[in-house]
């Protein structure tokens, strides 16, 4: 399977199954579309008319060019990897590396966009205890088997509303790290309200990660991101995540926007975070049902489609100006990324990964907390619901119909099981628009990425 | 005259000979929460 597209002033092919990524000109750019379905002879007579300045040795020339690169494995592909899908799975039956602790189900905003309702997850309020947590960590590590690397997220609600246990459970999860041969990676996601000097300390010590949610121009942020009082938040928050990254040092965080029906014209919102300093950047789609008023309309995702044409120019520009930033889904390391196990086995929640609520109940992901049927069991008494883990375990891009023909595929593994479940009522199923802009979305982190290799960055 | 520039990229098939250690990131885990995809990962297999 190949994909074809222009974008940029650039003609570019991908070879789904190698990975391989061309950039050509135009003649092979034609060549290519014919390759498959013409005679040799058929084409070539077909270049030679539509291209008449150049010379019929160099068409050939450029035919042979493409029949080297299918010969040694570069062009043309096929798909053989159906029969592994099930067995990265198999293999790690039973071993959970990441945990989402919800450790806050409350929040000191009232954003009404929020999956999560406004941080109760349609459940009542509550905060986690530290022995809760305490046991979720003991039983992480105890089903981790041989990963080293174990992700912990401190999630809500607002994480912050739970400060100390979020303090007490990094040091109780450092004290077992040497002896049970872990390395705890945390992330905090966080909106800002209650960071002070000793969340900044800590953070910027402890967090591999940190997740500060900002949708960008104060007008926009302001529209959800509200206090119970109906007050914005942004000016209360802005100066204290420019305090927080400013001491950070280098190590990893992401503004993280949600753009809705009410800025599909996101990029505003990212130069936004750009004139406040931030370089480290992801805006993602309101996730929500049609009929909410945040949703995003078809009109919407036409314009968030040359949004994300307009963000990839804007990286470049900065780039050339020596000024870069980083797009969260433009990031695309083309030789290093996740090798063929990880790119078809799907996402991992309800099986490698889970989510842990307040009172220590297992849940797939975070996106499905609430959700009884989807409820795994807890962390006192381990995992007791074989028929929702053996849907997560059969879960991964082969077992999804509507990703055979989609030249995507091994780029996003099959998309977030809670949107398809959402969306269509099953697991396996698509949530189209997501899909749809994901695919736009590669196309231009590919896109980048051909421009920087052409201009030597 | 070059018509096709190949970047250099990772071989998804020769990556499955040394492939599935898991110790990569959990796909959008410490990051969007929403929109998940594998692309933007990188891969943390030591033996390779």
């Known amino acids: 399977m190949i994909h074809q597209y222009k974008l940029g002033g650039y003609n570019i092919v991908l070879d789904i199954c190698s990975g391989a990524v061309h950039a050509v000109d135009d003649l092979a750019y034609d060549l290519i579309a014919g390759f498959e379905s013409k005679t040799k002879e058929q084409l070539l007579a077909d270049m030679a008319q539509r291209y008449p300045t150049v010379p019929a040795e160099e068409i050939k020339s450029c035919y ?17 990897f159906a029969p592994m899908a099930g067995k990265f799975k198999e293999k790690s039956a039973g071993v959970i590396k990441a945990l989402c602790l919800h450790v806050a189900h409350t929040c000191n905003l009232n954003c009404s966009y929020c999956f999560a309702s406004q941080g109760k997850y349609h459940g009542d309020r509550a905060v986690m205890r530290f022995e809760v947590g305490k046991r979720a960590l003991d039983f992480l590590i105890e089903h981790s088997g041989k990963r080293r690397n174990l992700e912990v997220d401190f999630f809500g609600g607002e994480p912050l509303m739970n400060f100390q246990v979020v303090k007490d459970l990094v040091a109780y999860a450092r004290s077992r790290e040497k002896e049970a041969g872990k390395n705890f990676r945390f992330t905090l996601t966080t909106n800002g309200m209650l960071i002070d000097d000793d969340v900044i300390d800590f953070a910027n010590r402890e967090m591999s990660n940190v997740v500060l949610s900002l949708d960008g121009r104060k007008e926009i942020h302001d529209r959800y991101r509200v206090d119970y009082a109906g007050n914005g938040s942004w000016e209360r928050i802005v100066p204290k995540f420019q305090k927080l990254v400013a001491a950070r040092g280098g190590k990893n965080y992401y503004m993280r926007g949600t753009f809705t029906h009410q800025n599909p014209d996101f990029v505003q919102d990212i130069r936004q975070m ?21 949703a995003l309309t078809p009109a919407d995702i036409e314009i968030v489609k040359q949004q994300y044409e307009e963000l990839a120019e804007l990286m470049l520009q900065r780039d050339r100006e020596g000024r870069p930033f980083t797009f969260y889904h433009y990031m695309i390391d083309l030789s290093g990324g996740p090798c063929i196990y990880k790119r078809i086995s799907g996402c991992g929640s309800g099986t490698e990964y889970m989510a842990v609520t307040p009172w220590g109940d297992l849940y797939p992901c975070h996106q499905f907390v609430g959700e009884e049927r989807f409820k795994l069991g807890d962390i006192w008494n381990g995992l007791d619901n074989p028929e929702v883990q053996g849907e997560f375990a059969a879960c991964n891009v082969y077992a999804k119909p509507e990703c055979q023909d989609c030249w995507a595929k091994l780029y996003c593994s099959g998309g977030c099981a809670a949107n398809a479940y959402h969306a269509t009522g099953a697991i396996t199923g698509i949530y189209e628009s997501g899909c749809e802009l994901f695919r736009k979305r590669m196309e231009c ?8 290799a052409a201009e030597g960055r | 005259m070059e018509h096709i520039v190949t970047l250099k990229t990772r071989n998804l098939c020769d990556s499955a000979a040394n492939g599935g250690c898991g110790e990569c990131q959990t796909s959008c885990q410490s990051a969007c929460k929403t929109s998940c995809g594998i692309a933007n990962q990188k891969c943390e297999n030591t033996e390779d």
């Open chain 1, 64 to 80: 042979a060019q493409i029949e080297a690169l299918r010969d040694e494995g570069q062009l043309f592909t096929p798909d053989t």
């Open chain 1, 274 to 294: 750009l004139d406040l300093g931030f370089t480290e950047l992801s805006m993602e789609p309101v996730v929500c049902a049609p009929e909410d008023p945040s």
């Open chain 1, 445 to 452: 982190a590919i896109m980048l990425a051909v421009a920087r």
